[in-house]
């Protein structure tokens, strides 16, 4: 039983890091991915554009038509404008839901593929322990740099 620890602190520790963001960033799956959330903000951007181009011209036109307008029809039309804002506002959040589920959805299979890549680098190189450098704080000389590893498993440059 003593020489249990003995034999366990004998075990070489191999530390090594994976730049996850050059990882990330190197993927196809990455690019595709920015390239689909432009496209649905560019959708989303649009939509709003011409909603707040409507607004722009019915305020407008209340502005210059004001003095001559009834009391009840100016107010039918500050009430129309007021509608109009609100459902701006709406669609910006419903735009910004959208953009976060999208995300999310596009994001978590590239993560999976991409921490899948790192446990077998780690497993195939009898890693003891894989680090995320934008937390490591201090380095020695036995910690290796695996982020070529794990891009190679991936495929990636």
Request: aromatic letters at 4%.
């Amino acid at each position: 039983m003593l020489l249990l620890p003995l034999s366990m602190i004998a075990q070489e520790i191999k530390i090594a890091i994976v730049n996850q963001n050059d990882v990330f960033n190197a993927m196809p799956e990455a690019t595709a991915m920015e390239n689909e959330m432009s496209i649905l903000m560019q959708k989303w951007n649009a939509e709003l554009q011409s909603m707040e181009n409507d607004f722009n011209r019915k305020y407008g036109e209340l502005i210059a038509q004001q003095d001559s307008l009834s009391e009840n029809i100016r107010m039918m039309r500050v009430q129309e404008i007021e509608d109009m804002r609100t459902r701006m506002e709406n669609l910006v959040q419903v735009a910004q839901q959208d953009r976060d589920k999208k995300y999310e959805e596009l994001l978590t299979p590239i993560q999976e593929k991409m921490q899948k890549a790192i446990d077998e680098v780690g497993e195939e190189n009898g890693y003891t322990v894989i680090i995320n450098p934008q937390v490591l704080l201090f380095t020695g000389k036995s910690v290796i740099d695996a982020t070529d590893k794990v891009k190679a498993k991936l495929g990636v440059k």
